[in-house]
């Protein structure tokens, strides 16, 4: 069995924070919750490792249908429309961030990825 991960989540004006992975693809950021940690705190944190961006956690949504995935509604200052960031926990991988359309159609999203999208759409 995986370790749970916290999925944090920023949206904006319909769309969603992701980014491409030079080895993976297109992705939603998201990392595992160390021990004893609660999934909001591991989403402040993973959101900061992976995109260098402090945020604070709004409310949990419950998690990914079918996945250990605690997905975590953030909000954060300002933000570009795109920016890279080096991920040093993920051995120093840089990481293209962008805004993904939610209703645009999840081409380039693993299915793990795609369930998270169409769970994040429903939100209201």
Do not use: N, S
């Not at 989540?9 to 004893?36: C, M, N, S, T």
């Not at 975590?72 to 993904?100: I, K, N, Q, S």
């Amino acid at each position: 069995m995986t370790a749970p991960r916290a999925m944090p989540v920023l949206r904006r004006d319909g769309r969603v924070l992701a980014f491409r992975h030079p080895q993976a693809g297109l992705q939603l950021p998201k990392g595992r919750i160390e021990p004893r940690e609660r999934p909001v705190d591991a989403a402040i944190r993973e959101l900061h490792e992976e995109a260098g961006i402090f945020a604070r956690a709004v409310r949990a949504r419950g998690r990914v249908p079918g996945l250990g995935w605690h997905l975590v509604e953030m909000e954060a200052g300002p933000l570009p429309p795109r920016w890279t960031h080096r991920c040093a926990d993920d051995g120093g991988h840089l990481f293209a961030y962008f805004w993904h359309p939610l209703d645009a159609p999840p081409r380039g999203f693993a299915a793990p990825y795609r369930r998270a999208l169409a769970a994040i759409a429903r939100w209201t």
